[in-house]
């Protein structure tokens, strides 16, 4: 089974502090390497945690607070002084085109590398982004601003050839893909064995959901069931419920309580808010609703399995 990795970079909120950095992420698939959110100091953590810069496909922008959006321009830049030459594709909500456009032209000319802009509709659930591997789908969200979450979700693999039986029966390597792609195979004898008896059935397709900044939302599960990993933030303890309320955060109950109806197999908090020393607080808030909780912390990385 090929990695499917998550690394933190960041999971603070939007007052910076000493302790965390402001959000972004890097998911890892089949050696492909996809951004979410790219806030002040990125590139930073990217030096840190030793992430290379180059196996990274496309950066997603869940909304245009800066403390999700502001490393992206230092960070396209770095790219081009490091003599990047692949395209970089840049997903963020459509009102950010005309402001990227002015600041590319202003920060960053003459890159050497293409960078592409596709603008997103964050209230439509939709496929993003697809490769033979994987597809990416917006989560609409509820914020201050139009917003949305990411669905990284792997596309079934074929079957696993059954090594003994292929060596039995002297079948040539030339038909190994035509077997995992459903065909069975005689023998120059005549007998026939058929494709399930030449095959173990193919891994699960795993998935990674990231919910940013929203306020509890009773339905977003729906969008996310059976999701193998999910990082939902969750700014608030339940005693600043009322905040959440205002500001269109959620608290670490209202995460775990999603987790729970989506059937998640494990819940990463994050975007804690600057009042928090210990988060500790809000893991013991979650594991009373869903036990399969966790922290994210800088330098993290979690196996989506």
């Known amino acids: ?15 910076p502090t000493l302790k965390h950095s402001a959000s972004s992420q890097i998911v890892e698939l089949r050696d492909k390497q996809f951004m979410i959110d790219c ?17 990274m496909q496309a950066v997603f922008i869940s909304h245009l607070h800066g403390d999700h959006c502001f490393g992206l321009m230092g960070m396209l830049s770095s790219f081009g002084m490091l003599g990047r030459k692949s395209p970089l594709h840049i997903y963020a909500p459509k009102a950010y085109g005309d402001l990227f456009t002015m600041q590319t032209e202003m920060f960053c000319p003459g890159l050497g590398y293409d960078v592409v802009f596709h603008p997103l509709d964050t209230t439509v ?90 306020r509890y939302m009773p339905h977003l599960y729906e969008r996310i069931m059976d999701v193998n990993l999910l990082y939902h933030e969750s700014t608030y303890c339940n005693d600043k419920a009322d905040n959440a309320r205002l500001y269109y955060h959620s608290t670490a109950e209202q995460a775990a309580t999603v987790a729970k109806a989506s059937n998640a197999e494990k819940l990463i908090l994050g975007h ?7 988060e500790q607080q809000l ?20 196996e989506v399995r």
């Open 283 to 302: 893991l013991k808030e979650a594991r009373t609703v869903f036990a399969e909780t966790y922290l994210s912390n800088e330098g993290d990385v979690f």
């Open 272 to 278: 804690y808010s600057a009042r928090y020393n210990d």
């Open 125 to 214: 659930h939709q496929v993003i982004y697809e490769d033979k591997s994987l597809t990416v789908t917006t989560l609409p969200l509820e914020h201050r601003v139009p917003c949305c979450g990411f669905l990284f979700k792997e596309k079934p693999t074929l079957p696993h050839i059954r090594r003994e039986m292929i060596d039995f029966l002297d079948i040539p390597i030339s038909q190994v893909n035509n077997i995992k792609n459903g065909n069975g195979w005689t023998t120059p004898e005549g007998r026939h064995y058929a494709h399930e008896d030449l095959v173990m059935p193919a891994d699960p397709a795993r998935s990674y959901a990231y919910c940013s900044d929203t």
């Open 1 to 15: 089974m090929q990695p499917f990795k998550v690394y933190i970079l960041g999971c603070g909120s939007a007052l």
């Open 39 to 55: 806030g002040e100091g990125t590139q930073i953590q990217l030096r840190k945690l030793r992430i290379p810069f180059t196996r």
